[in-house]
């Protein structure tokens, strides 16, 4: 499974956006994670995750393709619900 | 060619031949001259961030010339969106810099000639929008640093440029060839100018027909024949040349830079001027870069404010005064002025609208409130972090003392504060509030805070033009009943 990772800038984040990043790819070591970016525009990822530093998320993210859907964080108190959509993702991605 | 590294930019910059004069000595090699080095990490730092994941989103930006990935430092803003990028970019950059990272004013330069020329075409059928774009994705294409020089010396404030009793006060046309012009005259206090690859000219006032040798924009490389610098002096700057003072400093790495910048009978050829005796439209392109440079501060000043505010809250900390509620309380006042002047930046950047060229611009009322509560918050903030720091920011013994095997023990002993921190990362954090409150870093927090952009007074002639009185009054006379 491919993961595309999209930050906003960063200008004022209320958490650690590549804390947050790295618990991730900590726990879910098979999947392979690419930081999207403008050569990427036509790559149609697994899923793709958005680290926003705000309840703002100014990232702009909507032009990436994704199979299945956008995983935006917006705080650190999200990680339950991320881990939950993730493994989600990863269940039916596993079984097909 | 594709966006610059940090490195790739400070080697470019070894391949040019400006001419740098540095406390009366001319120096060839100002790319690793410890008083410059600082400003030229700052502006690497706009490079880097472009390649880091986590930041590129506020740092690149597509540009509508191209459709290439570019530095947003070197874009027109396409939107209200690409405008409040521009404002969250500069205040990240000021978080990481702690200081003025240089690369706005030509930002700001970009925007104002591309819609002024245009308009300056439709009047006069001239060709400077064409030649402004080929000279913009030059720029863009190989991620240019260039310095948007404005300000002129002025001599005597109560003349117009043309009635100066020295003619070269205001850079002005001493001569108009078959393939270009020849220039005369210095812009001063230029940010960042000597680590600029090239100079983009405009005039500094508004002007009629008899200043129309003044009425002159263009594009010069940094290294052109004719062109020299003369280094700005900073508060503290010497500390810069001593051997083991990285605790002196404050912020070691980065820094801001002002210079001279002399135009010595310098040649343009036409492809690269971009309004000449156009008068009328002077006061166009004045009044939109200080504009967008109005709202600029809305950004970098927050950002280095965030740094500031960070180092006073350790200060406390370290003192173990952090838990007093007036501390909290300033602290608290601090963080309200410091995104006050953000809440500025995003507003005037929000309300923008499409330009007859079609980048955009910012609502210009809000652009000068933003720069006016500029002239004034930061100083209150410094004020604030003075008075938390405590003295010994300004009155501490130098780094050679604490090393000192016969001194540095009472200096260990006598300056600590709490048990848990080291006395020297107390002194870094004085040292830092120091830099930004009344040292090197004072210059872009403090003074450009009230003169860059404009002086107080200058906002407030635009504030008074834009500000619809007569509408307001008739909104009181409604409601008062006065038919
Ligand atoms: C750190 C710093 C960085 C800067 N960077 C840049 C840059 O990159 N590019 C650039 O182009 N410029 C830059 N500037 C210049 C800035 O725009 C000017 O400082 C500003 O326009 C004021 O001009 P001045 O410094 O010559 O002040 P002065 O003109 O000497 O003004 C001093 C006082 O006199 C008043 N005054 C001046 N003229 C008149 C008048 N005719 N009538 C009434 N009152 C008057 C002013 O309001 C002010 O109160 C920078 C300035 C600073 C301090």
Redo the contacts between chains.
Sequence with gaps: MIAG????????PKYD??LFYDILKNEYKNIIYQ?V??NSNSFEYDLIIVFCGCSVC???YKKYKTKTKYIVIKSIEEIHKIKNEINEIYNIQEKS | MALMTGNEYIESLRKLKTKVYIMGERVENFVDHPLVRPSINSVAMTYDLAHDPQYEDLITATSNLTGKKVNRFCHLHQSTEDLVKKVKMQRLLGQKTGSCFQRCVGMDAFNAIYSTTFETDKKYGTNYHENFKKYLIYVQENDLTIDGAMTDPKGDRALSPSEQKDPDMYVHIVEKREDGIVVRGAKAHQTGSINSHEHLIMPTIAMKEEDKAYAVAFAVPSDAEGVFMIYGRQSCDTRKLEKNADVDLGNKKFGGQEALVVFEDVFVPWDKVFLCEEYDFAGMMVERFAGYHRQSYGGCKVGVGDVLIGAAALAADYNGAAKASHIKDKLIEMTHLNETLFSCGIACSAEGSKTQAGNYYIDNLLANVCKQNVTRFPYEIVRLAEDIAGGLMVTMPSQADFDSPEIGGYCEKYFKGVDSVPTVDRMRILRLVENMALGAAAVGYRTESMHGAGSPQAQRIMIARQSNLEHKKALAKEIAGIK
Excluded: L
């Design positions: 990772v999209k930050f906003c800038g960063g200008c004022n956006r590549k930081t970016n403008s100014c990232a702009d």
